[in-house]
């Protein structure tokens, strides 16, 4: 991997497309032109566009999406990240500590209290700094214990998405596995030094959170959209995401509401939906601008990919026009990480994926 391109494993998703997909879809986009991912997820098409010089803007409902996907159009050096850290971390102020046994076994107590004041710390602060420091803290929040130098802050668990409290413990306690106090700034100044010591161009940047299908853009029309909506039947990303999302400031144990997600419902209700975020990207599109749409499907529903993006463009009643077609193979992505707590493959694995070009007329 070319060092500049480090940034983008700042913090691992269970659900990404590789670099290279968004990378692909804009090479041969002018300079300067504006991109747009409705389902920014970890920011994987707007760090294409930083990459490549072009603008871009990002919507996702996902407090964690958004919280990764900043950290990777922050424009800072490796000494402010751990300037800040280090005065968060001198303060006194921390928050109180969570119950339960998970929370005994996840961290050892003086790392939970370190983690305790940057999530106190962090929660007020905004600017570049602050997104990139809350970036690295999320990707070293939970992940496997080397057998040799620390990487991550916890007790063994995977990288990509935190396992269930009751699980976890009961894996930690069947093994005898207790947390062990890590050097915390060493762990974050190391990661700074790897994904903010090369020189990415600064661009214009928007990560906004909210929803794909009504999103809160005036002032800016597309030239390109690369994304991938989340799968029918595949409503898990907040859970799957708790604890990063606890460290953001929310609850310290898994919750399940669905309300705003848009793969809730019927297959009717998901192309109802879908084709009203294909309808507000095109009203916000410059005349010929394309969509790349990647999607696939996931073992647990019986759904067709072809027919739900077609179906969906239809319902949209806006002027996009298919141009190709593609198989992208299978998304494995994240199924090894599962390995890490003796998982196997989950039912809500994607077992296809295809490539949708589109033009607008």
């Given at each position: 991997?070319?060092?500049?391109?480090?940034?983008?494993?700042?913090?691992?998703?269970?659900?990404m497309?590789?670099?290279?997909?968004?990378?692909?879809?804009?090479?041969?986009?002018?300079?300067?032109?504006?991109?747009y991912?409705?389902?920014?997820?970890?920011?994987?098409?707007?760090?294409?566009?930083?990459l490549?010089?072009?603008?871009?803007?990002?919507?996702?409902?996902?407090?964690v999406?958004?919280?990764?996907?900043k950290?990777?159009?922050?424009?800072?050096?490796?000494?402010?990240?751990?300037?800040?850290?280090?005065?968060?971390?001198?303060?006194?102020t921390l928050?109180?500590?969570?119950?339960?046994?998970?929370?005994?076994?996840?961290?050892?107590p003086?790392?939970?209290?370190?983690?305790?004041?940057?999530?106190?710390?962090?929660?007020?602060?905004?600017?570049?700094?602050?997104?990139?420091?809350?970036?690295?803290?999320?990707?070293?929040?939970?992940?496997?214990?080397?057998?040799?130098?620390?990487?991550?802050?916890?007790?063994?668990?995977?990288?990509?998405?935190?396992?269930?409290?009751?699980?976890?413990?009961?894996?930690?306690?069947?093994?005898?596995?207790?947390?062990?106090?890590?050097?915390?700034?060493?762990?974050?100044?190391?990661?700074?030094?790897?994904?903010?010591?090369?020189?990415?161009?600064?661009?214009f940047?928007?990560?906004?959170?909210?929803?794909?299908?009504?999103?809160?853009?005036?002032?800016?029309?597309?030239?390109?959209?690369?994304?991938?909506?989340?799968?029918?039947?595949?409503?898990?990303?907040?859970?799957?995401?708790?604890?990063?999302?606890?460290?953001?400031?929310?609850?310290?144990?898994?919750?399940?509401?669905?309300?705003?997600?848009?793969?809730?419902?019927?297959?009717?209700?998901?192309?109802?939906?879908?084709?009203?975020?294909?309808?507000?990207?095109?009203?916000?599109?410059?005349?010929?601008?394309?969509?790349?749409?990647?999607f696939?499907?996931?073992?647990?529903?019986?759904?067709?990919?072809?027919?739900?993006?077609?179906?969906?463009?239809?319902?949209?009643?806006?002027?996009?026009?298919?141009?190709?077609?593609?198989?992208?193979?299978?998304?494995?992505?994240?199924?090894?990480?599962?390995?890490?707590?003796?998982?196997?493959?989950?039912?809500?694995?994607?077992?296809?994926?295809?490539?949708?070009?589109?033009?607008?007329?």
């Amino acid at each position: 991997m070319p060092r500049e391109q480090a940034l983008n494993a700042i913090c691992p998703y269970y659900t990404m497309f590789p670099l290279e997909y968004p990378l692909a879809q804009l090479e041969n986009l002018p300079k300067g032109s504006i991109v747009y991912d409705p389902f920014c997820g970890r920011g994987t098409t707007t760090f294409a566009a930083r990459l490549l010089g072009h603008s871009s803007i990002g919507t996702d409902i996902n407090p964690v999406a958004i919280a990764v996907a900043k950290a990777k159009m922050a424009h800072v050096t490796p000494k402010q990240i751990v300037d800040l850290a280090s005065k968060i971390l001198n303060s006194e102020t921390l928050d109180p500590v969570p119950s339960g046994r998970f929370w005994e076994l996840a961290y050892a107590p003086g790392t939970l209290e370190h983690i305790l004041k940057l999530r106190a710390g962090l929660r007020l602060r905004h600017g570049s700094v602050a997104d990139a420091l809350r970036g690295i803290v999320l990707g070293c929040l939970h992940g496997p214990q080397p057998k040799t130098k620390d990487s991550n802050l916890s007790n063994q668990m995977q990288r990509t998405f935190a396992p269930k409290p009751d699980y976890a413990v009961r894996y930690w306690e069947t093994r005898g596995m207790l947390p062990h106090e890590v050097d915390v700034i060493r762990i974050i100044s190391e990661r700074a030094d790897r994904y903010y010591t090369e020189n990415i161009p600064k661009v214009f940047s928007r990560v906004i959170h909210g929803d794909a299908r009504n999103p809160p853009i005036t002032g800016v029309s597309f030239d390109a959209t690369v994304t991938s909506p989340p799968y029918f039947g595949m409503d898990t990303y907040v859970p799957d995401q708790w604890l990063r999302n606890w460290f953001l400031g929310g609850a310290e144990k898994p919750t399940y509401e669905k309300r705003d997600q848009l793969s809730r419902g019927t297959k009717d209700d998901f192309i109802l939906e879908l084709g009203k975020v294909w309808y507000a990207i095109a009203v916000r599109s410059n005349p010929g601008a394309k969509l790349s749409i990647r999607f696939g499907a996931i073992a647990s529903r019986d759904s067709d990919p072809e027919t739900l993006i077609r179906r969906s463009l239809q319902v949209s009643k806006a002027p996009w026009v298919i141009r190709s077609i593609k198989h992208a193979g299978g998304a494995k992505e994240g199924r090894r990480q599962a390995e890490q707590m003796g998982a196997v493959a989950r039912k809500s694995s994607a077992i296809e994926e295809l490539d949708f070009v589109c033009r607008l007329q």
